[in-house]
């Protein structure tokens, strides 16, 4: 019988900002739980190869990742998950085939690592995509949808990416797609002479506060529009200057979209909030910034009004890359030795229990063949103990050689087959072990006792 591997077999579905327009990135978009829980069990459903699955979704991604059963091909997993996709999103096979990138094993789990680091990001360095793929992998445990498999990869990704952070200089300008934004209005601000330092913000999402909190921090007042007051009243308790920001229903949008030269919009909205309905002829010119996707700001009929969408922000952000090239180069090093980190901890997370395991169990027999022979009188009861320490030293030099062997193999490929002989020899498989144990043995930054 062919024994099945227990190094996992990673799998990874990308849709980026590199490879896709915005306006496709839009339709794969999931921005509520309820719809990406049903794309999950739609893939559990279909796809029976697919052991573990998890779904990134932001602004400039569209990601699957996945571990797959031993012998399973992966090529024919990316075909299930496109014609997947192409139904549930109304899109077709042939226009998803050209954008996917798809990558397994030490490539998917480099990938990953490069992801939670912000090294494939729009905005080389920004730190919002760690928490983003935080709150993916976290929906997908708690939903059952991923368990030890993902959660030694996600649990290295963070690792990956605090070393990412702490040992080079990229992210320290704490630059994001936000931060990008209130950047260029800050330069139109100067440019154009406006008076008044004021912007309105449309959400009270991730992506808006941390667009608020920019705001404050180049002296602008900003009025928020959103649906729920307790959370604005919960979000001003984190800043330092909360009477420079004010907040208002947004079913009051028509009484100030007309207002204001400076808007920035991210809701979760699959819909245009800003609609051109709305507007109404001004007589000084006006800069939205769209930072949602699906897009909330229906492209102003006006040409006064000046719309820079997430894609549009790219080019501003190429001098920042450069100048990050140094710290992006470290930054690699770092994913690149995290990826052959990470399956050298997995093989040893395999060899090291099964050593334990294989001297328990020598212990426990020599033990039970000891109390027998006392019980049956063919040693004398006050030769125990001296029996007792012949027999581990017995046992000791007999484990001696496979001890070695195993930990010298730990790094190898092979050693996964050994391990599985051993297990399978000695009967020493804990397959059935309680679920929230194994995981607690991984430690993984989400997960909690």
């Known amino acids: 019988m062919e024994l099945e591997t227990h190094l996992s077999k990673y799998f990874t579905l990308a849709f980026t900002h590199k490879s896709m327009s915005l306006e496709m ?41 996945a571990s797959l059963k031993h012998g399973a091909h992966a090529n024919e997993q990316k075909s299930a998950l496109l014609k997947i996709l192409a139904q549930n999103k109304k899109m077709s096979v042939s226009d998803l085939e050209k954008c996917a990138l798809m990558s397994v094993d030490e490539s998917a789990v480099h990938h990953v690592f490069s992801v939670c680091s ?27 949808f991923c368990s030890k498999d993902l959660t030694r990869l996600l649990h290295f990704a963070f690792k990956c ?15 994001s797609i936000s931060s990008v934004a209130v950047k260029e209005a800050l330069n139109i ?94 007589i000084f010119r006006r800069f939205w910034f769209d930072l949602a996707v699906p897009r909330n700001i229906e492209k102003p009929v006006l040409d006064n009004i000046f719309l820079y969408s997430v894609d549009d922000l790219e080019p501003m952000v190429k001098e920042n890359v450069e100048n990050r090239q140094e710290s ?29 395991d294989l001297r328990e ?43 070695i062997a195993l930990k010298k193999n730990a790094q190898k490929e092979e050693s996964d087959v050994l391990v599985g002989a051993i297990k399978n020899l000695f009967n020493l498989d804990k397959s059935n072990a309680n679920h929230a144990q194994n995981l607690n043995l991984y430690k993984c930054e989400y997960y909690e006792e």
Not at 38 to 55: A, S, Y
Not at 164 to 172: A, C, E, F, P, Q
């Open 25 to 65: 990135r839009e339709k794969l978009a999931i921005n509520s739980s309820a719809t990406l829980k049903e794309f999950l069990q739609t893939i559990k459903n279909h796809c029976p190869n697919i052991k573990e699955c998890m779904v990134l979704s932001t602004c400039n991604r569209f990601e699957i990742y």
């Open 118 to 144: 912000s090294l494939d990001s729009l905005v080389v360095g920004e730190t919002q995509i760690t928490g983003q793929m935080k709150n993916a992998y976290k929906f997908a445990f708690e939903e059952k």
């Open 161 to 175: 990416a605090a070393k990412v952070r702490n040992l080079t200089g990229i992210s320290k300008q704490g630059v």
């Open 189 to 282: 601000f100067e440019k154009e002479r406006i008076k008044d330092k004021k912007a309105l913000v449309i959400g009270l999402g991730e992506m808006s506060q941390l667009v608020i909190k920019h705001l404050l921090n180049k002296q602008f007042e900003t009025l928020i529009l959103g649906r729920n007051a307790a959370k604005f009243e919960d979000f001003i308790k984190e800043l330092e200057e909360p009477k420079k920001v004010s907040f208002q229903n947004i079913e009051n949008l028509n009484a100030y979209i007309n207002e204001c030269q400076l808007l920035f919009c991210a809701t979760s909205s699959p819909h245009f909030i800003v609609q051109n309905c709305m507007l109404k002829e001004t």
């Open 328 to 356: 992006r180069t470290k930054a690699y090093e770092i994913v690149g030795l995290a990826t052959m980190e990470f399956y050298q901890w997995i093989q040893s997370l395999e060899v090291e229990p099964v050593i334990k």
């Open 361 to 403: 169990l020598a212990r426990i027999s020599a033990q039970k063949e000891l109390q027998k022979a006392l019980k049956k009188r063919y040693v004398p009861k006050e030769c125990e103990s001296n029996i007792e320490k012949i027999l581990h030293n017995a046992f000791n030099t007999f484990l001696h050689h496979p001890t």
